[in-house]
C-alpha cells in the first residue's frame, strides 16, 4: 500500500517505501534517531530497540520488512538477533559495523544478513540500501510465484529457480537471498568474467563502486557454501562460475 501526502503547492505525492516496516536496532542514540529520521522521511514505518532482547521480541511483536541491524549491542551481540529472527520468520538484514572488519561481515553474512555497511555511512546510501533490499524481496516472492521450465544443471551445481532452492551433489545448500540472486547472475552466463560493478549493478541496483567490497565479502560467503573451485576470480577484473567443459 502507497501513502500519498499533499505537497507545498497542494499536489498529491506518493512517497516511496510507504508503509514498509523497518525495525532499527542501535544502541546509539544519536545513530539511531538520525535512521529514524531519514527513513521516516523516505515513508517508512520505523521503530527501534536499544538491545538484543528488546530487538527480538519487537521484531516478534511488530513483524518488520526489514531489519537494520548493529553487531555491538547490550545483552547479547547482533548476530544473535539475527540468528533468532531469522528463526521465527525470514526478513532481509542489513548489518551495521563499526569495524572494518572482513571476518565480522562474512559472520554476520553466515547468519542471515543480506548486507552490511561500516560506520562511518551516508543516510543516502543507508536509505538506497534499504529500497534495493526490499525491491530484491519483491522480485524473489514474484518468481516464487511464476514458474519457470526445468532446473539449470551446470555439473553437481543445481539452481531451481521456482523454489529459490540450490543444490550441490544432491545436496540442498541454504543461501540467504543475495547470495542466491548473485549464484543466479553469475549462472546467467557460466563462465564468462562478470566485474564488481556489474555484479553491484545487477544484483544490488547499486552503481556506486565502492560498494564493491560488499561483493566481494557475498562472493566469500557464496564459495564457503557451493566449493571455492566453483567461482574463478580475475584479478582486477571480477568473478566468473567455473562449469564442467562440455
Same mark, same amino acid.
Given at each position: 500500500m502507497e501513502q500519498t501526502q499533499t505537497s507545498h503547492n497542494g499536489t498529491a505525492t506518493?512517497?516511496? !517505501?510507504? @508503509?514498509?516496516?523497518?525495525l532499527v536496532v542501535e544502541d546509539d542514540a544519536t545513530i539511531v534517531?538520525?535512521?529514524?529520521?531519514r527513513l521516516r522521511a523516505e515513508g517508512f514505518l520505523v521503530q527501534t530497540a536499544g538491545d538484543g532482547p528488546s530487538a527480538v521480541d519487537t521484531a516478534e511483536a511488530w513483524q518488520p520488512d526489514l531489519l537494520i541491524l548493529d553487531i555491538m549491542l547490550p545483552g547479547f551481540d547482533g548476530l544473535e538477533v539475527c540468528r533468532r529472527v531469522q528463526a521465527q520468520r525470514p526478513v532481509p538484514v542489513l548489518m551495521l559495523t563499526a569495524r572494518d572488519d572482513e571476518t565480522d561481515m562474512l559472520v554476520g553474512l553466515g547468519v542471515g544478513a543480506d548486507d552490511y555497511m561500516t560506520k562511518p555511512f551516508s543516510?543516502?546510501? =543507508?536509505?538506497?540500501?534499504v529500497h534495493v533490499l526490499l525491491r530484491r524481496m519483491e522480485r524473489a516472492a514474484l518468481a516464487a510465484t511464476t514458474p519457470r521450465s526445468g532446473i =539449470?544443471? =551446470?555439473g553437481e551445481l543445481e539452481i531451481d529457480h521456482? @523454489?529459490?532452492?540450490v543444490r550441490v551433489r544432491s545436496e540442498d545448500v541454504h543461501l540467504t537471498p543475495t547470495e542466491f540472486d548473485l549464484l543466479v547472475c553469475l549462472a546467467n552466463t557460466p563462465r564468462a568474467v562478470l566485474s564488481r560493478e556489474q555484479l553491484l549493478a545487477e544484483v544490488w541496483d547499486w552503481a556506486d563502486a565502492s560498494g564493491t567490497r560488499t561483493v566481494d565479502s557475498h562472493i566469500k560467503a557464496l564459495r564457503r557454501k557451493?566449493?571455492?573451485e566453483r567461482i574463478r576470480t580475475v584479478h582486477g577484473? !571480477?568473478?566468473?562460475l567455473e562449469t564442467p567443459t562440455p
Open positions: 506518493t512517497t516511496p !517505501g510507504a @508503509q514498509r516496516r523497518v534517531d538520525a535512521i529514524a529520521t543516510m543516502r546510501e =543507508l536509505a538506497a540500501r =539449470l544443471r =551446470l521456482a @523454489q529459490r532452492r557451493i566449493g571455492a577484473v !571480477g568473478y566468473a
